[in-house]
């Protein structure tokens, strides 16, 4: 598994160190996403005298260089994704449970539309991340009460 992440950051252009391969790990045996201090906690297991500055920076660069996604919440707070799926797409992310679903809608063609033709302008990439109630909460909710 280890070659695979190591491949994987190599296709970005991303140098491999021992801590990122350990990051990717880390996130992709989730199905949640996960706070910088998670993933320190769990750092920690393996580099003993890791600092939070260091993790916080690693998952910077992850994110940054398209390895991992960044879920901006509606706290306000910062939390780290993996999802295999390597192709162009976006993410549902319960707030409820943490649990983190790929969209296959995109909108690209009608964004690139709207701001070629109204606003003249170029379309360099986009952001879309969708927040709400996944349907295992929506279920626990009815069954609960
Ligand atoms: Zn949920
Ligand atoms: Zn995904
Ligand atoms: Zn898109």
Redesign the pocket.
Known sequence: MESGFAATLKGLNMKVTPKRIAILEILSKESIYLSPEEVWQMMRQRFKSIGLPTVYRNLEDLSNGGAITKVIHPDRKLYYFSCGNPGHHHHFV?I????VEDISFCGRDEIENEVNNTLKGKVLSHVLQVYG??N??INEKKGGI
């Open positions: 319960c409820s449970c943490r649990r109630i996944c295992a909460c």
